[in-house]
């Protein structure tokens, strides 16, 4: 299984004013730096809790059909899948058809369910990564990520202005831990 992010987010779930706020940063000096440190901070917020925060576009790539009647897609929430495109053993490429499967954005991860009546494709598969599924993720634009995720970012952001370089694990213990807690409370498992 191959997942590739194709669309990064538009925007950042915690404003460059909000963070300054949280810093308590009244200069312009430092708003690259503080920038930079917003990206970074939800990049890793999303890696440790494997979801999505702002709406992005990813591929996930399959070597084969489940033996069950669903596929899971990571990095939950789940808006939307675009396409699911497989790939046959003489290279020839198929969308499958949207009428054989079922789009299950409800659940948590979102998942993809075979229609009543409907198998997966029985063909001879391409032998790397022939299924590719195209699906958008997110809670939405910055104004729809939870609270708890946006002070996760602010956390570590703070963290990270604080302590530029290595530092005694007596200190750094504390804030990653809070930020750990936050994340903690809704990781996709």
Same mark, same amino acid.
Request: glycine content about 6%; hydrophobic content about 40%.
């Given at each position: 299984m191959i997942l590739k992010q194709t669309v990064a987010p538009a925007a950042?779930? &915690?404003t460059l004013t909000e963070a300054k706020s949280h810093l308590r940063v009244d200069i312009s000096d430092d708003d690259t730096?503080?920038?930079g440190l917003?990206?970074?901070a939800r990049d890793m917020i999303e890696k440790m809790a494997r979801?999505?925060?702002i709406t992005q576009t990813w591929r996930y790539s399959l070597d084969g059909w489940p033996g069950g009647d669903e596929i899971r897609l990571p990095r939950p929430p789940l808006q939307s899948v675009a396409?699911? &495109?497989?790939k046959e053993s003489d290279g020839t490429s198929n969308s499958w058809d949207t009428a054989a499967y079922i789009v299950d954005s409800d659940s948590e991860p979102g998942r993809v369910v075979l229609a009543y009546g409907e198998s997966w494709p029985s063909v001879t598969l391409y032998p790397a990564a022939p299924i590719q599924i195209t699906f958008v993720a997110g809670y *939405?634009?910055?104004d729809d990520v939870p609270e708890t995720w946006k002070q996760a970012i602010k956390l570590l952001v703070a963290h990270w202005y604080e302590n530029r370089e290595a530092i005694q694990m007596e200190k750094m213990g504390e804030i990653p831990f809070a930020v750990e807690s936050? &994340? *903690?409370l809704d990781r996709n498992w």
């Amino acid at each position: 299984m191959i997942l590739k992010q194709t669309v990064a987010p538009a925007a950042e779930p &915690v404003t460059l004013t909000e963070a300054k706020s949280h810093l308590r940063v009244d200069i312009s000096d430092d708003d690259t730096l503080i920038e930079g440190l917003i990206t970074a901070a939800r990049d890793m917020i999303e890696k440790m809790a494997r979801r999505a925060l702002i709406t992005q576009t990813w591929r996930y790539s399959l070597d084969g059909w489940p033996g069950g009647d669903e596929i899971r897609l990571p990095r939950p929430p789940l808006q939307s899948v675009a396409s699911i &495109v497989y790939k046959e053993s003489d290279g020839t490429s198929n969308s499958w058809d949207t009428a054989a499967y079922i789009v299950d954005s409800d659940s948590e991860p979102g998942r993809v369910v075979l229609a009543y009546g409907e198998s997966w494709p029985s063909v001879t598969l391409y032998p790397a990564a022939p299924i590719q599924i195209t699906f958008v993720a997110g809670y *939405g634009d910055a104004d729809d990520v939870p609270e708890t995720w946006k002070q996760a970012i602010k956390l570590l952001v703070a963290h990270w202005y604080e302590n530029r370089e290595a530092i005694q694990m007596e200190k750094m213990g504390e804030i990653p831990f809070a930020v750990e807690s936050l &994340v *903690g409370l809704d990781r996709n498992w």
